[in-house]
């Protein structure tokens, strides 16, 4: 795929989230009446709201170029996803979930996703044929239990299951991340944005709003070795490089009231 079109690419997604974007923002005032009174269908507009914050975020890098803003939103995003665990704690958790918290650059948020287990069933979790077990990944990588992370690693690379082989690749980024091989986790970073592989990972049904813009799970993975000191470089436009240095905001503003009283630490379940 040449430039131009890349250029034509971007233009489409950027258009396509702008769209979102004022259609979720008509509908904004209702979302919030339902959800600080309690009516309708709370969980569908705490969604809703998420698309929201997701859809401004992507709009305040791709059209403003404003990190302060993309991060706010990042917040925001990843709040709600906090929120919505507490509605129904044992909900899907796949580890593109990650994406709003880990571009906040907020450490409580961080590290409460990062310690969530309720929805991994153990044996789910530790069972190589399952979506479970790539998800519950990205939690140890973020923690740094580079011990568990890479027999996990060796485990399912040297035992390959049909039904999980497009994520070989993320399993080579985490065994480079679990022995610091920083050369092993930009080859594996650099083969998922490549168009070959891209055409098929960026486009996975949650993928929506960005699956012309950036590489999900490529942000995710760079973030989190950013994060333990591995400075991932790559040249794929699907990876902004200003998103990777970790530099929390001075402060993160609750945009709405139930998100203001709203305490990520409390029990769930």
């Not at 705490?46 to 305040?60: D, E, I, M």
């Not at 929120?83 to 994406?99: D, H, T, V």
């Not at 011990?147 to 040297?158: K, T």
Request: hydrophobic share 40%.
């Amino acid at each position: 795929m040449g430039k131009t079109d890349n250029t034509k690419d971007l233009q489409a997604g950027i258009a396509h989230v702008q769209a979102h974007q004022q259609v979720l923002s008509d509908n904004l005032e209702l979302f919030l009446k339902h959800v600080q009174n309690g009516t309708g269908d709370v969980y569908s507009c705490l969604l809703s709201l998420r698309s929201h914050a997701a859809a401004c975020s992507l709009v305040a890098w791709f059209v403003n170029r404003d990190l302060g803003l993309f991060k706010q939103w990042s917040y925001v995003e990843g709040k709600l996803s906090r929120i919505l665990f507490q509605q129904q704690p044992r909900n899907w958790y796949p580890a593109y979930l990650l994406l709003g918290s880990l571009l906040s650059d907020h450490e409580p948020l961080i590290n409460w996703f990062a310690h969530y287990e309720l929805p991994f069933d153990e044996s789910r979790a530790d069972d190589i044929s399952t979506a479970d077990f790539h998800g519950y990944q990205a939690l140890l990588a973020i923690r740094g239990d580079w011990d568990s992370l890479e027999e996990r690693c060796l485990r399912i690379l040297n035992n390959p299951v049909t039904a999980q082989k497009k994520y070989e690749i993320d399993h080579r980024f985490y065994l480079a991340l679990a022995r610091g091989d920083l050369g092993g986790m930009e080859s594996a970073l650099e083969e998922l944005t490549s168009p070959k592989i891209a055409r098929v990972r960026n486009v996975e049904q949650a993928f929506g709003f960005t699956k012309k813009l950036i590489g999900t799970h490529a942000v995710i993975y760079a973030k989190i070795a950013w994060r333990h000191g591995y400075r991932v470089q790559l040249s794929s436009p699907f990876v902004p490089v200003e998103w990777l240095p970790v530099a929390p905001l001075a402060s993160y503003e609750d945009p709405y009231d139930f998100m203001k009283n709203f305490d990520i630490n409390m029990p769930v379940g």
